[in-house]
């Protein structure tokens, strides 16, 4: 099935607005091109709220929340509100400060998203537990109890990555042991599994599948490149080779458990 799921992006090359942050930008860009969408990176406000509109997915991203990426953000997220163009809001550093959670938290609140996401700690962040964070790095896991109970409050997909991924939308939860652990050391790897899930959703495919198809693809792409033995520079490359090899079915993809 997730085998469909790259075909049919690489085939739809759906265009997918980024409104993200400075770090993970280039990596999204890469992830998004290899797997044959098509990115566009604009947070300026006179335009976000054109480009969103002829977007096939926005993506919401609150990596460095710097105040015209958060204007432009409301600018795509009001000129898509009540469309059925998908959006994905990564809760990067939820937890980090009161500010940014308090905004995730408004956000939320104001629009539907297809999809949320986050590393655990965020995750656990928004749920309201303690959550264990260093910078925008993560280490706690999120209970499924939480991740099921946020996706019925939003009525949402949610995803928490770690060493585990585990999602759940309103009546369904899943799970995939995570990575390669060369994955941590790849600044924006979260943040660009995020960009392969918002692919899926923009070229049709119905949330809860789209988050198994991009976790499994992030494990086995990840897998693949660190058994070409490198360290974290040329695995960065070679991580891009492999998710480019799932286009043409060249990448056995594991599936994820849960309910169907
Ligand atoms: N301990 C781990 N072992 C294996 N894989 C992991 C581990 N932790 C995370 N991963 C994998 O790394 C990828 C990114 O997840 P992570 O939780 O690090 O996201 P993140 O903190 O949002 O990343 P970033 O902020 O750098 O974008 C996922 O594919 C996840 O499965
Ligand atoms: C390191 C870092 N700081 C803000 S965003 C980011 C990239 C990973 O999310």
Redesign the pocket.
């Known amino acids: 099935m997730s085998r469909s799921v790259w075909a049919r992006v690489a085939e739809v090359r759906p265009l997918l607005h980024h409104l993200t942050n400075r770090v ?1 930008a280039p990596l999204q860009a890469e992830v998004a091109l290899a797997l044959g969408a098509c990115p566009v990176m604009t947070c300026w406000p006179p335009e976000a709220g054109s480009v969103a509109r002829g977007a096939d997915g926005v993506l919401v991203n609150a ?1 460095t929340p710097e105040t015209e990426a958060q204007a432009g953000q409301d600018e795509a997220l009001a000129a898509t509100e009540g469309t059925e163009i998908p959006r994905l809001l990564d809760l ?1 550093g939820c937890g980090l400060s009161l500010p940014r959670t308090e905004r995730l938290r408004t956000l939320l609140a104001r629009h539907r998203f297809a999809c949320v996401k ?3 700690a ?1 995750v656990a962040a928004l749920a309201g537990r303690p959550a264990l964070l260093r910078g ?3 280490t706690t896991e999120v209970r499924e109890e939480d991740l099921a109970d946020l996706a019925r409050k939003h009525r949402t997909l949610v995803l928490a ?3 585990t ?1 585990r999602f759940a939308d309103p009546f369904h939860t899943g799970r995939l042991a ?4 060369a ?2 050391s790849l ?7 995020g960009t392969a899930l918002l692919a899926a959703l923009a070229a049709g495919v119905e949330p809860f599948e789209a988050a198994g198809a991009a ?1 499994g693809l ?2 086995a792409a ?1 897998t693949r490149a660190a058994s070409r033995g490198c360290g974290p520079g040329s695995f960065r490359v070679a991580f891009l080779d492999a998710l480019g090899e799932a286009r043409t079915g060249g990448l056995p993809l594991p599936e994820a458990e849960g309910t169907p």
């Open positions: 993970a990596g990067v986050g590393n655990g965020e925008v790095e993560g990555t770690g060493g991924d995570g990575g390669h652990e994955l941590r600044p924006g790897s979260g943040c660009a599994l976790v992030f494990a990840s």
